[in-house]
């Protein structure tokens, strides 16, 4: 009993979603050319050319046609693909078709198939859209027994006719502004959208220049422009000014003749017209067509921040890395398009009276989650690919502030540099942060090619990331700072040592920074840079000779053939430093260009005294631990008043 109920509520489901479509069905056209009586496909989303039920005449006698003028303004502030078909008025599976590849866009609908390149660009895009004129066929002909070619009908080439049919036209402008690394993205787009908000209500002057303020002349010159319509145009505008232009222009072209092209058309079920011909076509759930979406967006999206990525400015010096980004955005690509085609396969049985089900699309994306496609996979590989870019950047940064100009950077072969008979020994550093086969992309390609056969290569286990291995780092750092230091010290003009820092794939999967000397183009093995030596001491001194001594190199001393002494002269016992300019007043050089006041003067020109014992009562001190009363006072101890004279006998004495 319980199995008869499930079957019987399987069967009513079905029915609910075949019924949807035995009733009259409306969609926009995406640019295709909709005529009244044409025959239509909704299982494969494709037109029948050349084909109707009724003759022409007949067609044109039963047709009503009425006025229907709008005219709608839009601003489309995001880029992804549920935007874009929002925009073009796409809904339900009509997106799966879109994205399939089962219909082939034209006019205004090219505006599905322009996505961002880059993240590096903020994009708004104005939508102008307007209707004309509404045509449709009469109910005279659509009974059963009124078809002029009654034999097309049992013919099992189409679902639908066309029964009505919106004419208008569409337009698109899409401004793209290239962001800085300097530049705040979100303020650039609040700027943006600002400008086309003001697109209405800017004036043009008689010459067809376009009256803005300097700020927003600013905007407006780094603007890029592309244009997607059904208008007819003599060129497509490529900036500011000149979309400007043409959007005032679009009422007047949208008057003209020609320029109305089929929007939104009306499709009337053939099993309708005759009960023989039940042509099922089935709904497809929002839950598959909102999860295939989610899937292909993200997709899109990894691809994009992969590209962002090989164009890093370092690759101009590390070109091998980039072959890996660029891999990784092929293999995106290639199985986007392979999903593309299972959805073309699939998405007309799915609809028509077949034994497929949406189970069969739902597991071809299901299985993405358990490939070597699933979004954490890929964001995981791409962040690690971004960290070591900043990390391969930081060191290149590092070696290129100390200015010495016989390091050279290079990716490219070391032959070049070897052959150079100028330089006896090339010492090298070689970065080698990556693998030559990546075991990520190495998953990727087997699985997108030979799926039936794949493994994966990974452990699915997570892994320590080798850039946050403290071991591994403290040692990259070690043999920089003593590649720079061995590269300060031959920096001498004509030497014969050359230093190179290049990029290598790993050996074994180890990530390092190895120290290579090549002498005579043979890599000498066992090579060990000599580490910098302790600060030299005094041994024995003598009245004209001082015998030093110092603690020997840590690392390749066996390499050390000489040592370089500086020093300072002494005059005195006491250091003799040199001033460039000489030091005023009571100032002295202390140190090299630096002047500081003698013990007994201070201030900012070394002209105030400096006395030991502060000065008793109304003393100042006037000179090096002098003390002298002020202009009022005088005596010992500087208490008795300089001036004093008597007053009249009957006042006090008064003071000056």
């Known amino acids: 009993m319980l199995i008869l109920r499930l079957i019987f509520l399987i069967v009513y489901y079905w029915s609910l979603k075949i019924m949807a479509k035995q009733e009259l069905t409306t969609m926009v056209t995406l640019g295709r050319p909709f005529r009244l009586g044409m025959l239509y496909d909704m299982r494969s989303d494709m037109l029948i050319p050349g084909v109707t039920l009724w003759d022409p005449e007949n067609l044109n006698k039963n047709t009503r046609k009425s006025k229907q003028s709008k005219t709608d303004f839009e601003i489309i502030t995001e880029d992804s693909f549920q935007k ?174 020609g320029n109305a092209v089929p929007k939104r058309v009306w499709l009337y079920p053939l099993s309708l017209l005759d009960n023989k011909a039940n042509r099922i076509v089935r709904d497809i759930s929002s839950k598959l067509v909102d999860y295939s979406m989610l899937v292909m967006e993200n997709l899109h999206s990894l691809e994009i921040a992969a590209l962002d990525l090989s164009n890093s400015e370092i690759f101009t010096r590390f070109d091998h890395m980039k072959n890996h980004l660029l891999d990784f955005t092929m293999l995106l690509s290639g199985f986007q398009r392979d999903l593309k085609e299972k959805i073309a396969l699939y998405l007309p049985k799915l609809r028509g009276n077949t034994n497929v089900g949406e189970s069969v699309l739902f597991d071809v994306f299901k299985q993405v989650d358990s490939s070597p496609f699933n979004q954490r996979k890929l964001k995981s590989w791409l962040e690690e690919e971004r960290q070591v870019i900043e990390l391969l950047t930081a060191l290149v940064e590092n070696i290129n502030k100390h200015n010495i100009s016989n390091i050279m950077i290079k990716s490219s072969s070391l032959d070049g540099v070897n052959f150079d008979m100028k330089y006896d020994y090339i010492f090298c550093l070689s970065l080698r942060f990556m693998e030559e086969n990546d075991p990520q992309l190495s998953d990727m390609h087997n699985y997108l090619y030979d799926n039936s056969n794949f493994t994966l290569s990974t452990n699915p286990q997570k892994r320590k990331v080798w850039f946050k291995d403290h071991r591994v780092i403290a040692k990259i750092r070690k043999n920089l700072q003593q590649f720079v230091e061995f590269a300060k010290a031959n920096n001498v003009e004509n030497g014969t040592i050359k230093f190179i820092v290049d990029g290598e794939y790993s050996v074994d999967g180890v990530k390092s920074a190895e120290l290579i000397l090549y002498s005579d183009g043979l890599e000498q093995e066992g090579f060990i840079i000599p580490s910098k030596p302790d600060a030299p001491y005094a041994k024995n001194v003598t009245n004209n000779s001082v015998k030093l001594g110092w603690a020997d190199a840590a690392n390749g001393t066996e390499k050390i053939e000489k040592y370089k002494v500086m020093y300072w002269e002494y005059s005195d016992e006491t250091l003799v430093a040199v001033c460039a300019c000489p030091c005023q007043n009571n100032g002295i050089c202390s140190a090299p260009n630096t002047c500081t006041c003698t013990d007994s003067w201070t201030g900012a020109t070394c002209t105030t005294p400096v006395c030991t014992s502060p000065c008793q009562n109304n003393g100042t001190c006037s000179a090096p631990n002098t003390c002298a009363c002020t202009a009022s006072w005088t005596g010992a101890t500087c208490t008795t008043r300089k001036y004093q004279t008597t007053c009249e006998w009957n006042r006090a004495f008064c003071f000056q």
């Open 84 to 257: 874009k078909a929002h925009a073009l008025g796409v809904e339900a599976s009509l997106k799966l078709s879109l994205v399939g590849g089962l219909i082939n866009v034209e006019g205004s609908a090219k505006y599905a198939e322009d996505y961002q390149k880059t993240n590096h660009v903020t994009r708004l895009t104005l939508k102008y859209s307007v209707t004309t004129e509404f045509e449709e066929l009469t109910m005279k002909h659509l009974g059963i027994g009124k078809l002029d070619h009654p034999d097309l009908h049992d013919i099992d080439l189409a679902t639908h006719v066309v029964t009505g049919v919106l004419h208008g036209a569409d337009a698109f402008i899409v401004f793209d502004r290239t962001v800085s690394h300097n530049e705040n993205k979100k303020d650039i787009s609040g700027k943006l959208k600002v400008m086309i908000d003001k697109i209405p209500l800017f004036t043009i002057n008689a010459e067809a220049n376009l009256s803005l303020t300097e700020q927003e002349k600013s905007v407006a010159n780094n603007l890029n422009c592309k244009f997607y319509g059904d208008f007819r145009l003599n060129a497509n505008p490529s900036t500011f000014a000149e979309a400007v232009n043409l959007y005032r222009e679009l009422p007047i072209l949208s008057n003209k003749s």
